[in-house]
């Protein structure tokens, strides 16, 4: 006990940065939160373009329709693969994107941990990630 003591004085007082430091923190899990519900969806999209894709293989050279925002066209299987090809690849960039992104904030994230944990020790929460 008398350990944990010395790790962190109850009495520690929070200063202006450290507060900064505090609010830098909430403001970037909650951004990193946000980032991996993004990376789901696009995780989702993905399988549903590559669902597409496959079902796409069993038609004839027939027209299909093909949804562009909320209009849909009629294309031929061909430009319809070139498009979900497009598409998938798109949603590839966006989520290696997404996921760069969240690796930065992870490493800014584990710095303010190292930094706050240092000066309150157990006197202060910081929940990251569910991990």
Known sequence: MANSMKDSDPDTQVTYDDQQ????????????????DELENKKKELQNLEDAGDE???LDDELVPYQIGEVFVSLTVD??????EKAKENTQEEMK???RQCEAIQTLLQDL???LYAKFGNNIKLEADDE
């Open 56 to 58: 796409m293989m069993m």
């Open 97 to 99: 994107d997404l996921e």
């Open 21 to 36: 430091k505090i609010n830098k923190f909430a403001r970037n899990n909650a951004k990193l939160q946000d980032l991996k």
């Open 113 to 115: 941990k190292v930094k």
């Open 79 to 84: 430009s319809a693969n070139e498009m979900l």
